[in-house]
């Protein structure tokens, strides 16, 4: 079993920046970033493996970054630039042992 934590989510402006962190209770190799939008299917942001590898959606290439903490099992996304199209619940994951983990979600709103 792996508990998934998230802070960082809220309100911001267009153009503007937010990071979200997300807090694991053990090692997962795999851990990431999803996302759902009202009325639309949760889709991949971004994950990152233990040894560094990353994989992004093209639509936030440039603008977003995933790094983890491993001595902290911790997995944050540093939001640039951010869209009203990124208006989302970010929802935290965590791979491990071919099991799929969630966090609980976080709001991020992007709006003038």
């Known amino acids: 079993q792996v508990q998934l934590v998230e802070s960082g989510g809220g309100s911001v402006q267009p153009g503007g920046s937010l990071r979200l962190s997300c807090a694991a209770s053990s090692y997962a190799y795999t851990m990431g970033w999803y996302r759902q939008a009202p009325g639309k299917q949760r889709e991949l942001v971004a994950t990152?493996?233990?040894?560094?590898?990353?994989n992004y959606a093209q639509s936030v290439k440039d603008r977003f970054t995933v790094s983890r903490d491993n001595s902290k099992n911790t997995v944050y996304l540093q939001m640039n630039n951010l869209k009203p199209e990124d208006t989302a619940v970010y929802y935290c994951?965590?791979?491990?042992?071919?099991?799929?983990?969630w966090g609980q979600g976080t709001q991020v709103t992007v709006s003038s």
């Open positions: 994951n965590a791979q491990k042992w071919m099991t799929d983990y």
């Open positions: 990152i493996t233990n040894d560094g590898i990353t």
